[in-house]
Each structure stands twice: as C-alpha cells, then as structure tokens.
C-alpha cells in the first residue's frame, strides 16, 4: 500500500506564487510516475504536471512556463511550484502516485485526499 500525504496550498492573490508538496510512502513497492491533477468547482479533474522515476516532467498546456514539478528524496516527493497564479488556477490539487508492488506485473495508483488552492483577484 501507499499512502499520499500532500501539503501546500491556500488562499494566494493572482499574480502570486506557492508550492505544493506530496510524499508517497511505502512498502516493497517502487514508485514511478507522481504527479498533480486539479478539480475546479463543477468540472471534470484536469493533469497539471508530471514527473516520471527519471525525472521528465510534463506539464498541461495551461500551467507550462507558469510551473516547475521536481522529485527528492530517493524519488518519493515531489514538488509543485507555480508561478503568475491566476483566479482560474483555484481549485482542489490532488497528487497521484503510480506504484509497482513487489511481483506484481501491474501497476497500481494512489490518491492524496487533496489540498485547496483559492487565486484571489
């Protein structure tokens, strides 16, 4: 199992920046691709950025130039920071790990319980 602790987050005024945090720990379980995804108010959830093992980010075109995603820690955290915040960058952030169990075949994928992000005008 995994569990997906997130951090980070809250009210920023438009213009502004902040940096979210999530750490994934576990046991006999190799972690692979971690990332952010966002759910505004009444619509679906949306892929912010990535970042695979290898360190390759990727990232939506509605945050790229604006967001850096980096991975610490013997690969387990990562980070999100956004810069030029704007009001239609609020929303819930939630970080998904994708995880290989040991001798599983299949991968598996774990969510945090998700941290708020308010952009004020």
């Known amino acids: 199992q995994v569990q997906v602790v997130e951090s980070g987050g809250g009210l920023v005024q438009a213009g502004g920046s902040l940096t979210l945090s999530c750490t994934a720990s576990r046991s006999n379980i190799s972690i692979n691709t971690m990332g952010w995804y966002r759910q505004a108010p009444g619509k679906q959830r949306e892929l912010v950025a990535t970042?695979?093992?290898?360190?390759?980010?990727n990232y939506s075109d509605s945050v790229k130039g604006r967001a850096t995603i980096s991975r610490h820690n013997a690969n387990i955290t990562i980070f999100l920071r956004m810069n030029s915040l704007k009001p239609e960058d609020t929303g819930v952030y939630y970080c998904?790990?994708?995880?290989?169990?040991?001798?599983?075949?299949?991968?598996?994928?774990?969510w945090g319980q998700g941290t708020q992000v308010t952009v004020s005008l």
């Open positions: 970042i695979t093992s290898g360190g390759t980010p």
């Open positions: 998904n790990v994708q995880a290989l169990a040991l001798g599983s075949r299949y991968e598996s994928e774990y």
